[in-house]
């Protein structure tokens, strides 16, 4: 990598919103620095773009390109896009909605102006950086605290140089969230041996949670919808 100083951020929230943290990871020259904290009552986003800000100020650029990596579609978005839009709309979105997290994004408007090199990865798929960014995100989300470290890289442990991951997982994890995304035709579940067809969620969430040995699973068509049946009940 060219850059002189590389920065790894995550942001969590355990229950979305609900109690959360952020994490960022700097490589400056060969010192590294975790940075990190704790919010009670906060959603992913807002700490995906914490973690984001907090590191930008314990960064001292002396005009070296500052390559951050997130996994925040929101963060990067948002910073090299949504933001000057929302600016010229007065704080605004094109529905005339106030800008969510709008204190964090005017935040994070004068540390644009350093020289930042913006890259959106795919997150849990094994990029050494982020896995650990979100480990410290998740530390604190958790239990309001985690160690952070500050030292040399030599004893970190970690080498977050290394940016290459696992392209078959990231792209079942991208299929995944596309399928995620699409309206159902129906939710199917199996307990006790017994398939049924639910119309909505609502149906299905019912018929399974808290109960030992079910499946469950969002069909986007009626093909699909038997093929699923299919597979729970082997005919």
């Not at 704790?38 to 650029?61: D, G, P, Q």
């Not at 995100?137 to 500050?150: N, P, R």
């Not at 442990?157 to 995944?176: C, M, P, Q, V, Y």
Request: charged share 30%; glycine share 10%; aromatic share 10%.
């Amino acid at each position: 990598m060219t850059a002189k100083i590389i920065i790894f951020t995550d942001g969590a929230a355990k229950g979305n919103p609900g109690k959360g943290g952020y994490g960022a990871v700097i490589l400056d020259g060969k010192t590294i620095t975790e940075v990190g904290g704790y919010k009670e009552h906060t959603t992913n986003n807002e700490m995906e773009l914490r973690a984001v800000v907090e590191a930008l100020k314990v960064v001292k650029s002396r005009g070296e390109t500052i390559a951050i990596y997130t996994d925040s579609k929101y963060v990067v978005e948002g910073a090299k896009v949504w933001i000057f839009g929302w600016i010229k709309n007065g704080w605004k979105t094109q529905t005339k909605t106030d800008v969510l997290n709008k204190e964090l994004w005017q935040e994070l408007l004068p540390l644009l102006k350093l020289k930042i090199e913006w890259h959106k990865v795919p997150g849990h798929v094994g990029i050494i950086g982020n896995e650990r960014a979100d480990t410290i995100a998740s530390g604190f989300a958790e239990k309001k605290t985690f160690d952070l470290y500050t030292g040399s890289d030599k004893d970190y442990g970690f080498d977050i140089s290394d940016t290459s991951f696992d392209e078959a997982k990231a792209k079942k994890r991208s299929a995944e969230k596309k399928r995620s995304s699409q309206k159902a035709y129906s939710y199917i579940s199996l307990l006790d041996g017994v398939v049924q067809v639910h119309q909505t969620w609502n149906e299905c969430e019912k018929r399974v949670k808290g109960k030992k040995g079910t499946r469950f699973k969002k069909s986007l068509d009626a093909g699909n919808e038997k093929e699923i049946i299919k597979d729970f009940t082997g005919k």
